[in-house]
């Protein structure tokens, strides 16, 4: 069983930044790709990014390509999400996944999900 826990969010400006954080418990973390998914009020849960088990491949949302990046630091069963550049249309709450159960990570099928943390962008 693993639980995870977002951390970071929070209100920031447009053009702002924000860097969040998803702590893992379990000693299988690092075994596990991991993602970012968001859901703005009224709209569908959305994918946003995701990383391998060894953290060498990622995985963007055009939405967000060249301005977030995921990383992971197995060590500290972490997974992160820096956000620059953020836009009013980035505001949503923001979940963190694990543990895929297919290859096809938007499809948002994962074993694992956070209760998940608001970010507000103002404009």
């Known amino acids: 069983q693993v639980q995870l826990v977002e951390s970071g969010g929070g209100l920031v400006q447009a053009g702002g930044s924000l860097r969040l954080s998803c702590a893992a418990s379990?000693?299988?973390?690092?075994?596990?790709?991991m993602g970012w998914f968001r859901q703005a009020p009224g709209k569908e849960r959305e994918f946003v990014a995701a990383?391998?088990?060894?953290?060498?491949?990622?995985y963007y949302a055009d939405s967000v390509k060249g301005r977030f990046t995921i990383s992971r630091d197995n060590a500290k069963n972490t997974v992160y999400l820096q956000m620059n550049i953020l836009k009013p249309e980035d505001t949503a709450v923001y979940y963190c996944?694990?543990?895929?159960?297919?290859?096809?990570?938007?499809?948002?099928?994962?074993?694992?999900w956070g209760r998940g943390t608001q970010v507000t962008v103002s404009s």
């Open positions: 996944a694990g543990d895929p159960r297919s290859n096809y990570y938007s499809r948002g099928e994962f074993n694992y």
């Open positions: 990383i391998s088990s060894s953290g060498i491949s990622t």
């Open positions: 379990g000693r299988a973390f690092s075994r596990y790709p």
